[in-house]
């Protein structure tokens, strides 16, 4: 049963504290928003403990991730190993000039490394050259006969070895990969479908020039079965192989370690 509001007072003012009780329940019952917050306090904690514990004090971004960050690294820090090295080796030469005079045994020294250093690639090479091209085959992976895979429409270790080995037999007195000087000890060494030589990375295609007679490092090329065998994805497969007689070329001296890690004179 309803009352009716007393004198003087009006209906609005009669039904206040009923819509002020009905505020305040409104206002204790939790929203979905006040729910949310302690939940998204828990996230965020874990976030960063994470974060702390993967960096260790350290930038996340400034780190390198990846094989291929690793070897742009490598690349970066071995040509500043070169500047140095090239540096280095100026001022031995300088110093060496210098004291050669005064020094008999020093000046005979000098005199028998720069008879021997043709043989060992330390000092520049000019002469008539070839030049040898190999490439990866333009075509795709869904392009493939069925006989054929992906790796049968890539330059391996192999291919580029075949080609500097029978560049060395057919006479070559110097050689260069990708405009790197490279003597007989030089490691060709290949990672998929790229090229590391001397701590850089290079991909195809892969250039090897050579200084010597062009007809005997022609017919060398021509009589090496695993070149034959190459010729033969060649054609099949669209692998790139070109020799070209390029003339009169220098060679830089190689810059390369001459020391050998793992190698024992036999006895």
């Given amino acids: 049963m309803s009352e009716e509001p007393g004198p003087g007072v009006s209906t609005e003012e009669a039904s206040q504290?009923?819509?002020?009780?009905?505020?305040?329940?409104?206002?204790?019952?939790?929203?979905?928003?006040?729910?949310?917050?302690?939940?998204?306090?828990?996230?965020?904690?874990?976030?960063?403990?994470?974060?702390?514990?993967?960096?260790?004090?350290?930038?996340?971004?400034?780190?390198?991730?990846?094989?291929?960050?690793?070897?742009?690294?490598?690349?970066?820090?071995?040509?500043?190993?070169?500047?140095?090295?090239?540096?280095?080796?100026?001022e031995v030469d300088g110093l060496t000039e210098a004291a050669a005079p005064g020094s008999q045994q020093l000046a005979d020294l000098t005199a028998l490394a720069q008879v021997r250093s043709a043989a060992v690639g330390t000092q520049p090479v000019r002469g008539p050259s070839i030049t040898v091209a190999l490439d990866d085959s333009p075509l795709r992976g869904d392009q493939l006969p069925e006989w054929a895979s992906v790796d049968d429409i890539v330059v391996h270790q192999q291919d580029v070895q075949a080609v500097v080995n029978a560049l060395w037999r057919g006479g070559a007195e110097a050689m260069t990969i990708m405009d790197q000087r490279v003597i007989a000890t030089s490691a060709v060494r290949c990672v998929g479908n790229t090229l590391i030589l001397q701590g850089r990375v290079y991909s195809p295609p892969f250039i090897i020039r050579a200084i010597g007679d062009p007809a005997a490092l022609e017919a060398a090329l021509a009589a090496d079965p695993t070149i034959a065998r190459y010729q033969e994805y060649v054609a099949a497969l669209g692998l790139g192989y070109a020799v070209e007689r390029t003339g009169e070329r220098t060679f830089p001296a190689f810059a390369g370690r001459l020391g050998l890690s793992y190698a024992n004179v036999l006895e």
């Avoid at 002020?20 to 403990?49: E, H, K, N, Q, Y």
């Avoid at 991730?65 to 070897?71: F, K, M």
């Fill in 17 to 90: 504290p009923t819509r002020d009780r009905r505020w305040l329940v409104l206002a204790r019952r939790p929203s979905a928003w006040s729910a949310l917050v302690p939940l998204v306090g828990i996230l965020a904690g874990i976030l960063f403990t994470t974060t702390s514990q993967a960096s260790r004090g350290t930038d996340l971004r400034s780190q390198v991730s990846g094989l291929p960050g690793l070897i742009r690294e490598r690349q970066f820090a071995n040509a500043q190993r070169q500047q140095e090295l090239t540096a280095i080796q100026g």
